[in-house]
């Protein structure tokens, strides 16, 4: 079974700064997506940016970028320039690619604060 | 596009209750997914429905549990004779594709509290 572990419950970040959350996970699979979705007060689940393991360039989406280490199964969101509505919970996520693979898997997720 | 809209957003039910929540996909979307997700988790995959077929569910779905999408449209999930553990919110996404560009949207969810 494919896990996700995100090892850091709580971060902050002061606004205009730079933070990064990290993020590990086992599979047996070779063909898998990852993905950071971001959940703020309001509940509504937001993907941030995703990331299909068989590239090996590291997926950037302004100021969202990720460091993508396969052979480690390691998935690390960098944030620059952080802004207060940046400040949400933040989650990995696995999906196996292939027939039959519809579910996501979450880790338990990063309480990002932005410092004023 | 209204988004993923879930009704109602709070629930509170006696144990032993039956509870039955809403969820209406953004129009079009084939895809409709149920998550569930308890304070300090991340989501629980529970179960997918591609149209109106349901192509996946989860373990933590027993048989209390039921969920149905007639005529591909919207959703609903129903919760028999609830338990104290089935406190959480619950949570639908749709999208409208799969693969590589699958782009789930996810609803603000229902908060069940059973007491």
């Known amino acids: 079974a494919q896990t996700v572990t995100q090892s850091q419950p709580e971060m902050s970040v002061q606004e205009a700064e730079t933070v990064t959350l990290s993020c590990t996970y086992d599979?047996?699979?070779?063909?898998?997506?990852l993905f950071w979705y971001k959940q703020p007060p309001s509940r509504q689940m937001i993907l941030v940016i995703r990331?299909?393991?068989?590239?090996?360039q590291n997926a950037t989406e302004n100021r969202f970028s990720v460091n993508f280490q396969k052979a480690a199964k390691s998935f690390s969101l960098k944030i620059s320039d952080s802004q207060l509505g940046d400040a949400a919970m933040y989650f990995c996520a696995y999906r196996r690619n292939g027939a039959g693979s519809y579910q996501l898997t979450f880790g338990k997720g990063t309480k990002l604060s932005v410092i004023p | 596009d209204t988004g993923v809209s879930q009704d109602p957003r709070h629930k509170i039910t006696k144990r032993g209750q039956n509870v039955t929540f809403r969820c209406d996909p953004i129009?079009?979307?084939?895809?409709l997914y149920w998550y569930r997700q308890t304070l300090g988790q991340g989501p629980e995959f529970l179960t997918y429905?591609?149209?109106?077929?349901?192509?996946?569910k989860s373990r933590l779905l027993s048989d209390r549990f039921s969920a149905e999408r007639p005529k591909g449209s919207f959703s609903t999930l129903e919760i028999q004779r609830t338990e104290q553990g089935d406190s959480a919110m619950y949570l639908c996404a749709s999208s409208s594709g799969g693969g590589a560009n699958e782009k789930l949207f996810f609803g603000s969810g229902t908060q069940l509290s059973v007491l």
């Open positions: 599979t047996s699979e070779s063909d898998y997506y």
């Open positions: 429905f591609q149209n109106e077929a349901q192509l996946e």
């Open positions: 129009s079009e979307h084939n895809r």
């Open positions: 990331q299909e393991a068989y590239k090996q």
